[in-house]
């Protein structure tokens, strides 16, 4: 008989040393994107960033993973892997080589990348797709796909900009589910953007809510419910209401 063994998608370290950001503001010209922004992600800890369109979501994540630097603050941050808004994947790659782009620029040849790529492929829902191209996926398979080629990239910080931003309301349900299950399976450090209240809710152990820009920090909320989190769980709908209020939204 073969015993099939969960084999973690890379070694250690896992869940690295965790984020501080401090004070950090950033500004485009006469547009200050975020100003005086702290901010936590303990080791293994996933923190949603949620706050109205143009707030600076975007640029915070792109100051943590190191491609642009803020104008003022400090922020200490693990090496970091980041998902884009857009999936990003290549067009002309098959679903393999695109969920294998990571370790290939880390310079593991075409058929160890392959080889270490293939085995997530049943675990991730891809099996059978591996020559396909991204066009011919769907919405939920290319995220999914991106997501193992992030998650692929071995780094101990993972930074998700609006992951499932792009998918329908039944997809994206299907989509916040499998990382959920996916995160308890392979523990990283997340910082995780979204606009959606009810997703951060369901996915982060804290939410830090950013006002309308200049992005600052209105308030942070805890989020202690086991997952995986029922959208109708009364803790998890309070826990929403919460946050909208806390967002000036009226429900
Ligand atoms: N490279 C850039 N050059 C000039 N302005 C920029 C640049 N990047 C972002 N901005 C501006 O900074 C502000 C914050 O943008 P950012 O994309 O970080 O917001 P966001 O909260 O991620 O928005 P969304 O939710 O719509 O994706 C916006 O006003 C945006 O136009």
């Known amino acids: 008989m073969v015993t099939e063994v969960e084999a973690p998608v890379t070694g250690p370290p896992r869940v690295g040393t965790g984020v501080t950001v401090s004070a950090v503001r950033k500004a485009y010209g006469d547009v200050v994107a975020l100003d005086g922004v702290d901010l936590r992600v303990a080791p293994g800890e996933v923190v949603a960033v949620v706050g109205p369109s143009g707030c600076g979501k975007s640029t915070l994540l792109s100051i943590v993973c190191g491609l642009e630097r ?15 808004q857009r999936d990003g994947l290549l067009p002309w790659l098959s679903a393999l080589d695109n969920a294998a782009l990571a370790l290939r620029v880390a310079g593991a040849s075409k058929a160890a990348a392959r080889a270490t790529a293939h085995e997530h492929f049943v675990r991730f829902g891809l ?21 193992l080629r992030t998650l692929l990239a071995g780094r101990p910080l993972l930074c998700l900009d609006e992951p499932f931003g792009a998918l329908d309301a039944l997809t994206r349900t299907q989509a916040q589910t499998w990382l959920a299950e996916a995160l308890t399976r392979e523990p990283r450090s997340v910082l995780l953007v979204t606009h959606d209240v009810e997703e951060a809710v369901l996915l982060a152990d804290r939410i830090v809510l950013l006002s309308p820009r200049p992005g600052q920090v209105v308030t942070t909320l805890d ?14 709908v309070e826990l929403r209401e919460r946050a909208l209020a806390a967002l000036g939204v009226r429900t």
Request: charged content about 25%; hydrophobic content about 45%.
């Open 70 to 84: 803020a104008d003022a603050g400090t922020v200490e941050a693990p090496e970091a892997a980041l998902m884009p």
């Open 223 to 236: 989020v202690p419910l086991a997952r995986p989190r029922a959208r109708t769980d009364g803790a998890v």
């Open 127 to 147: 099996q059978g797709f591996e020559k396909t191209r991204p066009a011919a996926l769907s919405g939920g398979m290319r995220q999914r796909v991106a997501f």
